[in-house]
């Protein structure tokens, strides 16, 4: 049974990875409250998914702009005091969000622009992060290291969400942001102990240029482009959030416990696929199993689409409490979130092993952006879609689109599905 488990071998010989890990462990949890709360805040102020989704374009942008710079700026300087510093905005942008809810703004506008700031502090801070990780950990041990951050990515996903609906119903929006103030510090903590980490000698001076050099490193590698664009067909046809706070609201029944649940399913997904990531090591056909994991992602939003549909054909409870079509809902967001968890960890394992160090920072900031702006942009065109369509067709058609669109990938570089981690070719 050990062999199944995830390897935790890096928390044992890296104490740096281990406060850190503890550190993010902690933060996240928090973090996904205040997603979910925002959500649902904006939803409770406007009663529209479209301005839901529109929390999509007010995070995308300033991500795109610190998130490529950020990545320069990490390989330029000490990324111990980059990431210190990053932290400190983001832990002052989750303070100003809190302080709102508690003077009762009800502004929506207000919520967009800090959302936009907490966005342009992390846009810098998770590609320094992620350039961080195998300095303190070493290539071999990449895997393992990504497949514990998955684990810790799936408890505060499974956790948060479900808090997250809870605590907006019996507490209120302020204190909701206030946990997460006091659960960020740790984060906070984790970075300060960090050993310092100069620059490379190799790294160029931080600036436009800097951001260029990167993307012409990228462009010479195809099986690493191949992991952005095959995320971004994931994330942009086929992403579900935008519209869970009316799919809670006026089909399944539930309202902002439906939303958790339904998050916490995929985070449920998402920490079972880390636990048991022992297996994932001796696969070496890592082009393929992103494939399959992207694939099986567009299968499950899809299903998702046709129970939404069903259940909009039966009358919800009279009571307001949630329908019985929450358990198969559940589950195909469950099944989504092993997809997507197995798919990160082994793109996050090619790109970080393909990269050199003095360009790691750069080509983490591209893959931020991705990650993080995908759903983001992904949120604004699903809201857009269901105001004309409605959730469950959006949903069925952006996973059919999600399959479509990776198969069509795989066809212009059939070099991805070749990718073996015993002879890698970037």
Request: net charge positive; charged share 10%; with cysteine.
């Amino acid at each position: 049974m050990a062999k199944f488990l995830a390897d935790l071998t890096p928390l044992r010989q890296s104490p740096a990875f281990k406060r850190l890990w503890i550190g993010n462990a902690l933060a996240a949890v928090g973090s996904q409250l205040t997603l979910v709360a925002v959500s649902l805040e904006v939803y409770a102020l406007t009663g529209s998914s479209l301005q839901v989704g529109l929390l999509g374009a007010f995070a995308l942008v300033p991500l795109v702009l610190t998130g490529l710079y950020g990545g320069s700026i990490a390989d330029a300087h000490d990324r111990r005091r980059v990431a210190l510093i990053s932290a400190l905005v983001l832990w002052g942008a989750t303070a100003a969000i809190a302080a709102q809810a508690w003077m009762g703004v009800n502004n929506v506008w207000v919520l967009y622009g800090l959302v936009a700031i907490h966005s342009a502090a992390g846009g810098i801070n998770q590609p320094v992060r992620g350039a961080i990780i195998p300095a303190i950990v070493g290539l071999k041990l990449l895997p393992a290291a990504n497949s514990l951050n998955m684990v810790t990515f799936g408890i505060a996903q499974m956790v948060g969400p479900l808090l997250g609906g809870i605590l907006v119903a019996q507490i209120g929006f302020g204190w909701t942001y206030g946990i997460d103030v006091l659960t960020y510090t740790a984060a906070v903590w984790s970075v300060y102990m960090l050993p310092s980490l100069p620059a490379d000698k190799k790294a160029a001076p931080a600036g436009f240029r800097s951001v260029i050099e990167g993307f012409r490193f990228l462009g010479t590698q195809p099986n690493v482009r191949m992991t952005f664009l095959i995320d971004m067909a994931a994330m942009v046809l086929a992403a579900p959030r935008a519209l869970l706070p009316a799919i809670g609201a006026v089909l399944i029944g539930g309202g902002e416990m439906t939303m958790g649940l339904l998050l916490a399913a995929t985070a449920l997904g998402a920490f079972l696929a880390g636990l048991f990531s022992g297996p994932l090591g001796r696969i070496h056909r890592q082009g393929v199993a992103v494939f399959i994991c992207v694939s099986a992602w567009g299968a499950s939003i899809a299903g998702f689409g046709v129970v939404v549909m069903l259940a909009a054909g039966n009358p919800m409870p009279a009571d307001g409490n949630v329908s019985a079509w929450i358990w198969p809902a559940a589950a195909c967001m469950a099944i989504a979130g092993v997809a997507d968890a197995i798919s990160s960890v082994f793109r996050t394992t090619i790109l970080q092993t393909a990269t050199p160090d003095h360009l790691r920072g750069r080509l983490q900031g591209v893959f931020i952006v991705v990650v993080a702006g995908g759903p983001r942009l992904g949120e604004m065109l699903s809201g857009s879609v269901a105001q004309g369509i409605g959730e469950g067709k959006t949903l069925l058609l952006g996973g059919i689109a999600c399959i479509l669109a990776a198969a069509l990938l795989m066809r212009f570089q059939p070099g991805f599905l070749r990718y073996d981690s015993r002879h890698p070719k970037p």
